[in-house]
DNA sequence: CTGTTAGCGCGTTCAT
DNA sequence: ATGAACGCGCTAACAG
C-alpha cells in the first residue's frame, strides 16, 4: 500500500511563509499571540497550498480528537436495516448530530454495541481506545445502561444522554424530536470549547449562549457546572 | 482539557509481556514471523491490560487508518431529514458499509458535499487530507462526477461509486439493492487486504476468496451477496 | 525470528 | 511575539 503520508503538513506551510512551525501552529489554533501581518501570511500559505491538519496528527499530540463518538444498539440496527425500514435512528438521530458536527470541523462516528451483552464494557472500552471521541452520544438503550455511563463518566468523557430522563451523569436530552441529537451534539462541542473536566455531578449547561465556528477555541469561561 | 492520553499503551503490553514493542506490533497486526508461544504470551498481556491500539497513532506511523469515507450529496440528506423521510441513503447504503466495516475493525465516516458546488474539490482534497481514509464510497449524484473521480484515481486512493454504470476509475457497482455499500465497502476492503496500488484501469478483483482480517471479529454471516 | 533505530505530523513546554 | 527541541503511540526499515 503506497505510504500515505501528508501531501502538504503543517511544515510546507512553514516554509511557504517563511515562518517556523509554531507560528502556522498558531494560526491553525487561532491563538492569540500573533501578529495580524503573520497570521495574514501564514494563513495565504495555508490557502495556497490547501494545507488542512491531520486530525490523526493533532490527535497525537494530544489536543482534540475532533470526533464524536455515537452509540447505537446493534441488534437493533440490524433488524432495522434488513427490514429496510429504518426511518427511525439514522434520520432523527445520526443526521441531526452529524450537521452539527460537521459545522463545527467535526466528525461523528456510528459503533453499534450490544447493550445486553456482558461485555458492553469492553467494546466501549475498545472503541473509545480506538477512536480516543471527544465525546460521546448515547441513544436508547444505552442510555440508561450503568455500565456504560458509568465507564464514561469515569474516564471524564462527556456524553449525551438521548431519550433518558432519569437523572445521573452526563446531559440527559429527553426530547424525541429529530434535534435531540443535533443538540447533544452542540452541548458535547461546547464543553469542548471550554476545557472541559466537568462531568461529576448534574451539569447544568446553557446551550443558549453557544456558538458556532471550527476549530477555535477560547480558554476562558468555566462551564456553569454546579452542583 | 484533561490531556486524552492512551491509557494503555503498545509499550506497556511490551513490559508485560517482556518483549518488544516491535513484537506486539507484529502480534496485533497478525503478522507470520511469531513464534506461537510469543503470539500467545503477548496475546494474553493483551487481553489482561485491555489494550487496543490508536488509531491515530497507527495511522501515524504510516500504516492504514482504518477508516472508509462515505461521501453523500449533502442538500439531499439535508432535506431527507428535515422531511423525516429519509428511508433513503441511510438505510440502503450506510448501513450495510457500515456493518461491513465494522466487522473488520473498519470505521465508516459520512461526509456530506455538494457536488453542484465549484469547491467539491476542496472540500474533498480537505476530508482527505484530515481523515486519510483508506477508501472511499461515492453514492450518487457523486459517483459520476469526473472532479471527484478525478482526485481520487490520482491520490490513488481506492474507491467504489455505487449506482454508476459508467465505465472508469474505481469500482462501480450497479446493484440498488441494499448491499451495494457493503459490497463496495468489501471490495474496498479486500483491497486494502492485499496491498493495493491499482487503480489505473479496469479492475478485477474476487471478492469471493475475501475472508476476516486478524481484528475482525467473525459475526454472523452477511446477506446474501454476489458479485 | 526478534530487538533496535528512526521518524510520521503536530502540539507543547521552555528559551529567545 | 517567535523559534527550537522534545514527545505522543505506533510501524517500517534495518540489524542481530
Redesign the pocket.
Known amino acids: 500500500?503506497a505510504?500515505r503520508?501528508?501531501?502538504?503538513?503543517?511544515?510546507?506551510?512553514?516554509a511557504e511563509a517563511?515562518?517556523?512551525?509554531?507560528?502556522?501552529?498558531?494560526v491553525?489554533?487561532n491563538e492569540?499571540?500573533?501578529?495580524p501581518?503573520?497570521?495574514v501570511r501564514v494563513q495565504s500559505a495555508i490557502d495556497k497550498l490547501g494545507?488542512?491538519?491531520?486530525i490523526?496528527?493533532?490527535r497525537?499530540?494530544?489536543?482534540r480528537s475532533y470526533i464524536i463518538l455515537a452509540l447505537n444498539d446493534r441488534d437493533r440496527t440490524i433488524a432495522d436495516w434488513r427490514a429496510r425500514q429504518g426511518t427511525d435512528w439514522v434520520d432523527q438521530m445520526l443526521l441531526g448530530g452529524m450537521l452539527s458536527c460537521a459545522e463545527n470541523g467535526y466528525r461523528l462516528i456510528i459503533e453499534l454495541v450490544d447493550t445486553h451483552n456482558d461485555h458492553v464494557e469492553r467494546e466501549l472500552a475498545a472503541a473509545i481506545?480506538a477512536l480516543q471521541p471527544d465525546g460521546v452520544i448515547l441513544t436508547p438503550p444505552h442510555s440508561d445502561n450503568p455500565l456504560i455511563t458509568g465507564l464514561l463518566a469515569k474516564r471524564q468523557i462527556p456524553f449525551a444522554r438521548i431519550g433518558s430522563r432519569s437523572t445521573g451523569d452526563g446531559i440527559a436530552l429527553t426530547m424525541d424530536d429529530e434535534g435531540a441529537a443535533q443538540q447533544a451534539t452542540q452541548h458535547l462541542l461546547a464543553l469542548g470549547h471550554r476545557s472541559i473536566g466537568f462531568i461529576a455531578g448534574p451539569a447544568d449547561y446553557q446551550l443558549s449562549g453557544w456558538r458556532g465556528h471550527g476549530r477555535s477555541r477560547d480558554e476562558h469561561g468555566r462551564p456553569a457546572c454546579h452542583g
Do not use: C, D, F, W
Not at 492569540?32 to 501578529?35: D, E, M, P
Not at 494545507?51 to 491531520?54: A, G, I, L
Open positions: 500500500m505510504r503520508k501528508q501531501a502538504v503538513t503543517i511544515k510546507h506551510v512553514a517563511g515562518v517556523s512551525l509554531q507560528t502556522v501552529s498558531r491553525i489554533n492569540a499571540s500573533v501578529r501581518e503573520m497570521k494545507y488542512v491538519p491531520s490523526a496528527a493533532q497525537m499530540s494530544g489536543s481506545a
